[in-house]
Every structure is written in structure tokens, then in C-alpha cells.
């Protein structure tokens, strides 16, 4: 995890560890999270509320065993406000 004050660098190092893992034929997940509070929010944003998760623990479960079930990844989350909303 990569933790600090915006405007260090954070993101520019991740995305260099993005671009190498991508060569090296690593599947790369990469969420700009900038004014949300979840990944599930995102989601949310992108294919709309799916009637059938109605709960954001529903939502948060279905999204994280998509995750799960990929091979090795890099999975980038960045501009996130607070990291306990992932853990």
C-alpha cells in the first residue's frame, strides 16, 4: 500500500509498477476512486444499482469475490479518501 499526502507521487510510482507488471503479462485492475467512497459505489456509478444485491455488503461480496477469482493481478486503487472503507 502506498499511503501519503496528495501531490507526492503516489500515483506516478504506481502506475510505473502498473506498467512493468503489464509487461510482465500481469493482469492490471486500476480504479480512480476520486470522489467515492466505495468500490462498490464505482460500480454502482458504471452498471447502475443491479436490483438483485440490494445491500452494499451484497454489493461489497460480489465485487470482492470478482476480484478473488482472478489469477495473480495487480489491483490499484487510487485517489482513495479512507482506506478503512476497504479493508
Known amino acids: 500500500a502506498l499511503v501519503g499526502d496528495g501531490g507526492v507521487g503516489k500515483s506516478v510510482l504506481a502506475e510505473l509498477v502498473a506498467v512493468r ?3 510482465d503479462d500481469m493482469p492490471v485492475i486500476w480504479f480512480d476512486l476520486s470522489g467515492r467512497k466505495t468500490l462498490t459505489s464505482l460500480f454502482a456509478a458504471y452498471h447502475g444499482d443491479h436490483p438483485v444485491f440490494k445491500t452494499e455488503a451484497e454489493r461489497s461480496a460480489r465485487v470482492r469475490d470478482a476480484l478473488n477469482n482472478l ?3 495487480l489491483l490499484v486503487l487510487d485517489n482513495v ?3 478503512a472503507h476497504f479493508t
Open 21 to 23: 507488471a503489464k509487461s
Open 71 to 73: 489469477p495473480e493481478k
Open 81 to 83: 479518501e479512507d482506506a
